[in-house]
């Protein structure tokens, strides 16, 4: 079956410091590939996305690309900020191409991060 | 546009209690799921729906858990009679069945005691 194994966390960084979030799935078919996002009290939120081989997702300075040749879709950022604070999750939807939002997500078990000033 | 809504956002019950969880999805998204968060692991799906229809319940525990999605729009979760192993964050999301991504509401936090 599917399967997202995540960086464990909890991950703690200095602000500007680089950031990174390793992922690593397990798919039957062409996956897409996802990272939410959770802030305290919040729900989850899509952070970014990629449909297939070699796609990069990027949103608010985050980034990841897709690689099937190693299965991971490793979270990156440049400069960490002390708002970035909060849980992260890998998930993928093995469904592929189009139509990949109306699927199940198979999360990881996310990644706590915190940043201080 | 306003999101996922989820309600209540906690509630406390004893064993063997019932207890039950309402969602009303972003407007016009025709698909609707329900997960479950444990602490510390990632959600997993109970329920799919596609207007009115389940079309994956192959993950929810059908003797005590129920759902239902009449006229397609809100949503209701059910657990009855509710076990300890029950305490969990319930989280409802919506979807367009255009294919982009799912959106989530903050969850019922759920304790049994």
């Known amino acids: 079956g599917n399967s997202v194994t995540q960086m464990e966390g909890p991950v703690t960084l200095s602000e500007e410091a680089f950031l990174t979030i390793n992922c690593t799935y397990t798919?039957?078919?062409?996956?897409?590939l996802f990272w939410y996002v959770q802030y305290p009290g919040e729900g989850l939120q899509l952070l970014l996305k990629?449909?297939?081989?070699?796609d990069k997702g990027s949103n608010k300075g985050f980034e990841a690309t897709y690689r099937k040749e190693t299965t991971s879709f490793h979270l990156e950022k440049g400069s960490v900020q002390v708002s970035d604070s909060a849980v992260y999750f890998c998930a993928l939807s093995d469904q592929g191409g189009s139509n990949f939002g109306n699927e199940k997500l198979t999360f990881g078990t996310g990644t706590r991060l915190t940043i201080i000033p | 546009e306003a999101g996922v809504v989820q309600s209540p956002r906690y509630k406390i019950i004893e064993k063997k209690q019932p207890v039950a969880f309402w969602c009303n999805p972003i407007s016009g998204h025709n698909t609707l799921y329900w997960y479950l968060q444990n602490l510390g692991q990632g959600p997993e799906l109970l329920i799919r729906?596609?207007?009115?229809?389940?079309?994956?319940d192959s993950q929810l525990p059908k003797d005590r858990f129920s759902a239902e999605r009449l006229k397609g729009v809100d949503s209701t979760l059910k657990i009855q009679p509710a076990e300890l192993g029950d305490s969990a964050v319930y989280l409802c999301a919506s979807s367009l069945d255009d294919g982009t991504a799912q959106y989530f509401g903050p969850g019922t936090r759920l304790t049994v005691l």
């Open positions: 798919a039957t078919g062409y996956p897409s």
């Open positions: 729906y596609e207007n009115e229809e389940a079309v994956d």
């Open positions: 990629a449909t297939k081989a070699d």
